[in-house]
């Protein structure tokens, strides 16, 4: 089965600009996460989607940080505007199901420099 | 809140040696502990999930423990080949389902 694809893989922004990424997850998968690792961090959520609903969103910084989940497929992450910090790879993961103890499967990350 | 606590340096070992990574937690008693595999350049891959009436869990050369009175899980890697060279993260789930990572720890195996 194909993996958890992100796009692009890269990005090199100046600060204040804006900036989109873009994630389809396992085919089926109803759960999709958003995640930000910063350099010699492990991941940190930023959004859970329950198909196209939003189950957490708590650590989004949500005066700049924006996602949706239209059609319960295909998910956009959206920084406008982009500060220094979010220097960082945004890693998308999809499971089956939500619940604890689920495996989540995780995509290549989009790797974002902002200067 | 729920805090992870991983090596924060990274280990170095022979090939053929065993590797063990440790991973500490604080302010929560998880009820599932997962352990993750992350290559540079690429996104964490799932390796093994143990729960908390679980003592130890195998599979092929990696083997985790899991001890809720210490609140730290052990990772084991035998025979460690240079392949298994890569970050291992540790993660639980936290009360309101979400899941928290620990910082990793680089494991370098040379041969």
């Known amino acids: 089965e194909a993996g958890v694809a992100q796009s692009p893989r890269y990005k090199i922004i100046e600060k204040r600009q804006s900036v989109a990424f873009w994630c389809n997850p396992i085919?089926?998968?109803?759960?999709l996460y958003w995640y930000q690792q910063i350099l010699g961090q492990g991941p940190k959520l930023l959004i859970q989607f329950q198909n196209n609903g939003v189950v957490d969103d708590s650590q989004l910084p949500k005066d700049r940080f924006s996602a949706e989940r239209l059609k319960g497929v295909d998910s956009t992450l959206k920084i406008q505007p982009a500060k220094l910090e979010d220097s960082a790879v945004y890693l998308c993961a999809s499971s089956s199901v939500a619940g604890a103890g689920e495996t989540q499967y995780f995509g290549p990350g989009t790797r974002l420099l902002v200067l | 809140s729920q805090k992870i606590e991983q090596n924060s340096e990274a280990l170095n070992i022979q090939e053929g040696k065993t590797a063990t990574l440790t991973c500490n937690y604080t302010?929560?008693?998880?009820?599932?502990l997962q352990w993750y595999r992350q290559d540079p350049g690429r996104g964490p891959v799932f390796l093994l999930l143990i729960r908390e009436n679980e003592k130890e869990k195998r599979k092929e050369r990696l083997k985790v423990t899991f001890d809720t009175t210490l609140k730290q899980s052990l990772f084991h890697i035998t025979a460690s080949q240079p392949a298994d060279s890569a970050t291992y993260l540790c993660?639980?789930?936290?009360?309101?389902?979400?899941?928290?990572f620990g910082q990793g720890t680089e494991l370098s195996v040379k041969p």
């Open positions: 302010n929560y008693s998880p009820a599932y």
């Open positions: 085919s089926g998968h109803a759960t």
């Open positions: 993660a639980l789930y936290n009360q309101g389902g979400k899941l928290i």
